[in-house]
């Protein structure tokens, strides 16, 4: 008979381990996704203004400036990103969204370095429900954002 009762506390205690690594694994995934969601966001202003540590990722968000698209070798591109009252040059490199165009809405994600912000992903914006709210206030706060419906 004590055997039994001993299986039976060692599977309970299996059962136990396993669901701690679990707990575990999913903590830190959470906390991965998180990181992820916390890059902060910055306008051009912001990032002209008080430019960020060179180890830091974030988002830069704002328009493709008009004329400043330059496509350099293979998918490397130069671009500037505006609110109107800032302009960072973004070089990236790598396949860019097809909704990506010169007096569009962008948001990049990378680090600001020498000057430069050096993006690893591009996202286009075609609409404010995509747009980051933040994007979408520091445009319309420099009166370069308007509404597509109004036009």
């Known amino acids: 008979m004590a055997g039994m009762k001993g299986l039976k506390k060692q599977r309970r205690i299996q059962i136990i381990a396993v669901a701690a690594v679990a707990l575990a694994l999913s903590t830190g995934l959470i906390g991965y996704a998180m990181r992820d969601g916390i890059s902060f966001f910055r306008s051009p202003t912001q990032v002209l203004a008080e430019p960020p540590h060179e180890n830091e990722l974030f988002r830069i968000g704002g328009l493709v400036e008009e004329g400043s698209i330059v496509r350099g070798q293979g998918t490397s591109i130069v671009f500037n990103v505006t609110d109107g009252g800032g302009t960072v040059p973004v070089a990236y490199t790598g396949i860019v969204p097809d909704l990506f165009a010169e007096g569009q809405g962008v948001v990049a994600q990378g680090r600001y370095i020498d000057g430069r912000f050096e993006a690893v992903e591009i996202l286009a914006k075609h609409d ?20 597509d419906a109004e036009s």
Do not use: F
Request: proline residues 5%; aromatic residues 10%; without cysteine.
């Open 128 to 147: 404010e429900s995509y747009m980051p709210k933040e994007v979408v206030d520091a445009l319309k706060e420099q009166g370069v954002y308007r509404d």
